[in-house]
């Protein structure tokens, strides 16, 4: 067996500390080391983003991040979010606007989203949908996925103004 | 969209968010590979490199060795099974020609991917480091790839057969030769449907638990309780022995309309090793080893009369089945067969299928599953036919539909379509196209070097898939009745819980039963729970497939319920002194009609039933089982148009506008109809532009992973202009029909006859899909070129 390395991460705000080989994908370590298992895996080559999460702020595909990269860091994923009582407004706009079928892709699609709009909170159609260009869908052909993330940001300028 | 101005009175009808959304939009819903078991091992499997070859030997000793392993498995330890998998095809008269298929090679491989050895271990990690341990000798056999070459064969796939074909399949109505006697103008072409990935974005994955005579697998399937049938039978345990659960599904696409090897070895490998087993699909294995789709190369020839009026359609199909038969293989292309008029009135067609054996992944249903392909062949042939008579597409399509006062209308094979107002959703259609001001723009655009196009598409395609009397085996010939079950279970609370025989995986099934329990039964959809996809709650079920799980489905919670509801009515009536057929639900209450003050909720009706203090010779409790069979499938249809632009320097193809008028009978729930069609339509745009399943000439897989494979994306789409009409079918009290794979059924050809419309001006009539850049290029450099490889020119 391989050596083992110690890696302390931050994810959704409680912070762990796990010993991994050190070619443990981040996206391994967050389902089967920590069961946050809302992060999902769909391809072997980083094309179908169901694996994105936050790494300190910033989204990444967590198949393509070894555990030991994320050492010290923060990592949000779908569930460091919002809870079924408590959703974030991402969460609500795919909800409300049918922007999910099957709901293999739509953590991955939730994170990209709001990762997003963190960046640009006011985007145009084009921009979201090249936005998204990271993470497929083979349910929804995309269309309500577009509509929540504009949803989204529209409701969202209703709160901060 | 509007169909009506009318609100619905109930819960049926009406947009309401889905039941299933809170759990998947929160992180919390759980797919197979969510589920961990105390002393859980993985199986990483060996495949195949070789598209055909003979096992010489296999060497696991360096994989047993690695710390971790717990065993290798070959074909050979195998031998204990009850049979080899599935076909369940078994057409009355016809021969097929059909190889035993076992989970793990037995001396030969048949195409790349097929599975020689399997690890057992302790993680996932370790099982593909041994598995890739595992040394295998081959002596390569002569390979065949493409279909024309294996039909004409030797070599073949299976030796044992002396050719290549499976079998041959034929239906006709009227006579075709003297329908094209009677023509002015007759249209030839060859339609080459190809090849495309299912491409869930979940793969396949299972766990199987076999402990003290029982086992429990946990499938990511679309058909829980055919998998447990077949589990039972082929490990010689008895139904009652084996459970089958199918938890979240992430989509399925056909591909999971499956009884697949990988989930008989695990099952096997739990009962052989004590432990409980599981395996998850990696990308590139579903690439090449879950079963693909269409496939298929068509001769077909339409004739008409200088007015437009077909006389004649004859479709030749040689449909590439891959290296083996699946559980319903050389059944699918008879699926088109049984629309190949379309929506069109036709007094002579005939189909003439015949399957064949390549070195290829086997195909099987896809989304739409013989019928995409049928629709591909009628529409992309029948603007052909007006552009040579010079009539308008839109034009000639109205002259042939099938009026609205034929329905119930019997088509020239016999297949009776169950109600249809085609002039409607074309005349919708034309309510949201200006194809006037279209034709200006287009003449104005191509003047300045743009070239833009207009293709439509009018369809109708064979769903709901039931009834057991015509697809079962005194009928086409399937081993299984396609009834549907369902049970409803009112708790002494008023708390609702219905068992359907279906197995959803995103289609909002969860939502749009509730709604029709809801209605019937004066409760609020929140209180109704469908439990869906597992064999050990409630009765035998038939799955979801073939856009049945409403028509056949949800009917069968409608007639479940409406017992229900006969047994509430008779407690109620007792209760009030009132008449049974006097009861009625209004305002959530059973009350009696004219006297709604006085009513009874169902909760109150089911403390009665369970206390036992129901009517004399009434049995407590209230709880019904339905099984359903329908007479006569569903036949939804719709009128769809498609404009994109084509780059005629570099081939490039935009597709700029789509809009889809569908009917699929009365609407449930409009937005999960509208999120279908997106989603469909969306699967066959990929399969007209950019997806292609593509081997090379020594049947290696080009396209083995997403990096190849094109799936489509955002940016590549526009948004979709979805409307509907509402013509109920007659075959089911709802009034519902399919809508899963229609979008899919009538995309392809709109965006095909666009792109030809968009490039006519430059001589060219035809591509075959898929209209990547590089043949619909090669089309404008040459429009005459001929079809010139078995990878297809731009005109194969």
């Known amino acids: 067996m391989s050596s083992t390395v110690n890696v302390r991460l931050n994810v959704n705000g409680t912070e762990h500390e796990l010993e991994v080989e050190p070619r443990l994908l981040l996206v391994h370590a967050l389902r089967d080391e920590l069961g946050l298992t809302g992060t999902h895996v769909g391809c072997d080559t980083s094309n179908c983003g169901a694996c994105t999460v936050h790494l300190n702020g910033e989204s990444v595909k967590s198949c393509t991040v070894l555990a030991v990269q994320a050492d010290g860091a923060e990592v949000t994923t779908i569930e460091g979010l919002g809870t079924e009582d408590n959703l974030h407004p991402m969460q609500e706009a795919f909800w409300n606007n049918h922007g999910l079928q099957c709901g293999y892709c739509t953590p991955g699609m939730i994170m990209s989203a709001t990762a997003l709009l963190a960046e640009n909170s006011d985007p145009t159609e084009d921009e979201v949908r090249h936005a998204l260009e990271g993470n497929l869908c083979r349910c929804t052909g995309y269309h309500n996925i577009v509509k929540a993330v504009l949803d989204a940001a529209e409701k969202s300028k209703g709160v901060t103004a | 969209m509007s169909v009506t101005d009318e609100a619905p009175a109930g819960h049926v009808g009406r947009v309401m968010r889905r039941k299933e959304d809170p759990r998947l939009i929160t992180g919390r819903a759980r797919y197979v590979d969510d589920i961990v078991l105390p002393g859980m091992l993985w199986a990483s499997f060996v495949r195949s490199p070789e598209a055909h070859a003979t096992i010489v030997s296999i060497d696991a000793s360096a994989a047993v060795a690695r710390d971790g392993v717990h065993a290798v498995f070959t074909g050979e330890d195998m031998s204990d099974l009850g049979g080899p998998l599935p076909m369940a095809w078994v057409p009355p008269g016809v021969e097929v020609n059909n190889p035993e298929h076992w989970p793990l090679a037995r001396g030969t491989v048949k195409h790349v991917g097929d599975p020689v050895a399997v690890v057992v271990g302790e993680d996932r990690y370790v099982v593909q480091d041994a598995a890739e341990d595992v040394i295998v000798e081959y002596d390569p056999l002569p390979v065949v790839v493409d279909a024309e070459a294996a039909i004409a064969g030797p070599p073949f796939v299976h030796e044992q057969f002396g050719t290549n074909q499976v079998h041959q399949w034929s239906l006709a109505g009227g006579d075709v030769e003297a329908g094209f006697a009677e023509a002015d103008v007759v249209v030839e072409r060859r339609v080459v449907n190809h090849r495309i990935a299912g491409a869930p974005i979940e793969c396949r994955g299972v766990l199987a638990d076999y402990r003290a005579g029982s086992l429990t697998l946990w499938s990511a399937t679309q058909v829980p309780h055919f998998v447990r049938l077949f589990m039972a039978l082929l490990l010689g345990l008895g139904e009652d022995h084996v459970r089958v659960i199918a938890p979240e599904v992430g989509g399925g696409f056909g591909q999971k309309l499956q009884v697949y090897g ?535």
């Open chain 2, 262 to 796: 990988e989930e008989l070895f695990a099952c096997w490998a739990s009962r052989k090793l004590g432990r409980p087993v599981k395996w998850i699909e990696t990308r590139s294995e579903n690439m090449s080893v879950a079963h693909q789709g269409r496939d298929q190369i068509s001769t077909v020839k339409m004739g008409a009369k200088r007015d437009g009026t077909i006389t004649a359609f004859h479709v030749k199909i040689l449909a590439d089945f891959g290296a083996y038969n699946m559980i319903l293989t050389p059944l699918i292309p008879s699926l088109g067969a049984f629309v190949m008029g379309g929506c069109y009135k036709i007094p002579n067609v005939q189909t003439d299928i015949t399957g064949v054996f390549t070195n290829k992944c086997p195909t099987d249903a896809i989304r739409g599953a013989g019928r995409p392909e049928a629709t591909q062949m009628i529409e992309v042939t029948l603007d052909q036919l007006a552009h040579e008579l010079g009539m308008d597409p839109v034009e000639i399509r109205r002259r042939n539909f099938i009026p609205k006062e034929d329905f119930p209308a019997e088509t020239a094979t016999g297949v009776i379509y169950d109600s249809g107002d085609y002039h409607k959703t074309l005349d919708k259609l034309m309510e949201h196209v200006d194809v006037e001001a279209f034709r200006a723009e287009q003449a104005q655009l191509r003047s300045e070097g743009v070239y833009r196009g207009i293709g439509f598409c009018t369809w109708t395609e064979i769903c709901g898939l039931a009834p057991s009397r015509i697809t079962g085996p005194n009928g086409v010939g399937v081993q299984a009745g396609l009834w549907e079950s369902a049970m409803i279970r009112v708790h002494n609370t008023g708390a609702v819980t219905v068992y359907t025989g279906t197995s959803p995986h995103g289609q909002g099934l969860e939502t749009a039963m509730a709604q029709i329990v809801a209605d019937k039964l004066g409760v609020d959809p929140s209180v109704v729970e469908i439990i869906h996809g597992d064999t050990s709650m409630g009765p035998e079920g038939r799955n979801t497939y073939g856009s049945r799980s409403l028509a056949t489905g949800g009917e069968a919670v409608a007639k479940a319920t409406d017992k229900i509801v006969d047994k509430v009515k008779a407690i109620v009536a007792a209760e009030l002194e009132a008449a049974p057929d006097d009861i009625e639900v209004t305002g959530g209450k059973f009350a009696v009609r004219g006297s709604p003050d006085k009513g009874m909720a169902l909760a109150d009706v089911a403390g009665i039933a369970y206390v036992g203090a129901v009517p004399e010779g009434m049995e407590p409790g209230l709880e019904e089982t339905t099984f359903y069979d329908p007479e006569n499938f569903v036949f939804p249809f719709g009128a769809h148009a498609c404009i994109v632009d084509v780059d005629a320097e570099t081939g490039k193809v935009v597709v700029r506008r789509y809009v889809a008028v569908d009917d699929c009978g009365r609407a449930i729930n409009p937005m999960l109809i509208e999120g279908q069609i997106h989603g469909g339509v969306v699967f066959g745009i990929g399969q007209a532009l950019y997806e292609r399943v593509h081997y090379d000439d020594q049947g290696q897989l080009i396209t083995g992973t997403f990096v190849d494979y094109a799936l489509p994306t955002a940016a590549e789409l526009p948004n979709f202009e979805t409307d509907r009409t509402e013509t109920p079918s007659p075959v089911n009290s709802l009034g519902a029909k399919g809508v899963g794979e229609a979008g899919t059924i009538a995309a392809s050809a709109a965006v095909t006859n666009a792109v030809i419309d968009a490039l006519r001006p430059l001589g060219v009539d035809y591509i075959n899909m898929p209209l990547t850049p590089m043949r619909v290029w090669a089309a404008i450099a040459d429009p005459a070129r001929p079809a010139a490889s078995p990878e297809g020119g731009p005109r194969s």
